[in-house]
């Protein structure tokens, strides 16, 4: 049986307290992880690897947190993301909401990309695609 | 004072596990500061300890090719204190290996007791994806650590 989407989010809230060392009420939809709650680089790694044990799902480099799309000088103009480089990314997580970041995509505003929700998004997927 | 934390190994099985002791004495130096007249080992150098035992596991498993970085203590947790006469172990475990890092767990006991768990994530850094500030060399496993693992022969050596 599939898991309920307040099952998905109370397990990722779990993660996302031990992980980050935030309080419950802290791991809400809309927060970002890195400006919320304060994940740094190599927690995004520790994220990676805990929802792999607790959902029992492999989550290949790159999949859940695409890190390769800015180092490609294509997509990049300034301080902005070309109309390219947004494609490559909207195409690459499907599972992340782009309303506000398209109106502006600007390099620095790309960590709000990255929400609880996103995350909440990318194992439902995941896990209706295994089911 | 020599940053080796571990006085030896006493199991060691490649890529999956490794155990490895250290005995407190009153000759190293730190033990005067911490505290003055209550001599007790930093939790924070037992950490050191697992990361050592930990990190050889993980970079023998990769024939030592990475240089490997401690990146995260995803818990530390101690019960109790060590003091000069204690004999640590540290027993580590690797959960998860690949590319980009590697997980272990693991416990640190004194006298058969568990009195502490660490958890870490070692980060691989190699040549390709070295910061620029790093030197070329291998830095993390220095003779001395390599020294102690080729020491090692064996549980029943060690008894």
Redesign the interface.
Same mark, same amino acid.
């Given at each position: 049986m599939v898991a309920s989407r307040d099952e998905v989010f109370s397990k990722i809230q779990e993660v996302l307290t031990d992980?980050l060392g935030v309080d419950d009420d802290e791991v809400v939809a809309s927060a970002t992880l890195q400006d919320d709650l304060g994940a740094e680089s190599? *927690?995004f790694? *520790?994220i990676v690897?805990r929802l792999? /044990?607790e959902f029992s799902i492999k989550i290949p /480099?790159g999949e859940l947190f695409p890190d390769d799309i800015l180092s490609n000088p294509d997509n990049v103009d300034g301080d902005k993301m070309t109309p390219e480089g947004l494609a490559q990314l909207k195409a690459a997580m499907p599972h992340a909401d782009f309303a506000e970041f398209e109106k502006d995509p600007l390099v620095a505003e790309m960590p709000k990309l990255f929400t609880v929700n996103t995350i909440v998004n990318y194992v439902e997927n995941k896990l209706s695609a295994t089911a | 004072m020599r940053w080796i934390w571990i006085d030896t190994f006493v199991a060691f099985e490649s890529g999956v596990s490794a155990s490895a002791v250290k005995n407190v004495t009153l000759a190293e130096e730190y033990l005067y500061d911490h505290f003055p007249g209550y001599p007790v080992m930093p939790p924070s150098l037992m950490i050191e300890g697992m990361a050592q035992t930990a990190g050889i596991l993980v970079g023998e498993s990769r024939g030592f090719k990475e240089n490997v970085i401690l990146a995260k203590v995803r818990r530390a947790e101690f019960d109790e204190y060590a003091f000069p006469g204690n004999q640590l172990r540290y027993d580590a475990t690797v959960d998860s290996l690949d590319d980009r890092a590697a997980v272990t767990s693991g416990t640190v006991s004194k006298g058969g007791k568990t009195i502490g768990r660490v958890d870490l994530i070692f980060s691989h850094v190699n040549q390709a994806n070295k910061p620029i500030d790093l030197p070329d060399h291998n830095f993390v496993f220095t003779d001395q650590f390599m020294r102690l693992l080729s020491d090692f022969r064996g549980e029943a050596d060690h008894g």
């Open positions: 992980a190599i *927690d790694l *520790d690897f792999e /044990k /480099k | -």
